[in-house]
């Protein structure tokens, strides 16, 4: 078997894993740059409507006349016969003499990505409000009630029981509206943190 032979048997190889790995979404193809006319030898994924034996592209012409020409063409804009779009890649391997003797291109259809997207953009879309809601889906804990209100007393230059009366019933409304009274035990826990009495707590929520 020739050197040439060899080089595309093995790629047709890596096309065959390629497309197994992409089906119905990428389709891969193997050119044989030897025979521009009948430059398809091996087609994955068909989503070109081409066959086996089918011409070279104006990539693979292009390979041929230039040893030059780019090995990879990587990302570039493409469409298929009936207008879909595409995003391919197009790999030319050469011999040991630096002659280009095959092609791998892959064609990847995006009109199913992009529909795919504009699915997954309209699921996370949020509407807007003319009030602002805010809301946490985490059960608050009774450490992290202590935590806020120890950042409630430093922010104001104070410890929790150096609170006084206006800055407690703040504190404790501000902590009824975020959700954090509905914690068990927190109450008292509250109550403790402020050197106040639970009825004193449930005064101030009046």
């Given amino acids: 078997m020739s050197e040439d032979d060899l080089l ?11 497309g ?16 521009p006319r009948h430059a398809v030898r091996a087609i994955e994924n068909n989503l070109s409507g081409r066959q086996v034996g089918a011409g070279a592209t104006e990539l693979g012409l292009a ?3 230039d040893p030059d020409y780019p090995g990879i ?3 570039y804009p493409n469409s298929f016969p009936d207008g879909r779009p595409a995003k391919s890649t197009s790999i030319g391997l050469k011999n040991s ?9 892959l064609n990847l259809d995006v009109s199913l990505l992009g529909t795919a997207a504009r699915t997954l953009a309209n699921l996370v879309r949020t ?11 985490r059960a608050q804990t009774v450490d992290e009630l202590r935590a806020v209100v120890e950042e409630f007393a430093a922010a104001r230059g104070s410890t929790p029981r150096g609170l006084d009366t206006a ?6 409304r501000a902590l009824k509206d975020r959700g ?27």
Avoid at 10 to 18: F, H, P, R, Y
Avoid at 180 to 206: C, E, F, M, W
């Fill in 8 to 18: 595309l048997r093995e790629a047709e190889k890596i096309v065959t894993a390629l």
């Fill in 20 to 35: 197994a790995m992409f089906p119905g979404l990428c389709e891969v193809v193997l050119h044989d740059l030897r025979d």
């Fill in 63 to 65: 390979r041929i006349e």
């Fill in 73 to 75: 063409l990587q990302n």
């Fill in 97 to 105: 003499r630096g002659e280009y003797v095959a092609a791998i291109c």
């Fill in 127 to 137: 509407d807007p409000s003319d009030e602002p809601v805010e809301e946490t889906l």
């Fill in 167 to 172: 800055a407690r019933r703040e504190l404790v």
């Fill in 180 to 206: 954090y009274l509905r914690v068990k035990h927190s109450v008292q826990a509250l109550a403790d943190l402020l050197g106040i009495s639970r009825a004193t707590v449930y005064n101030y929520l009046r």
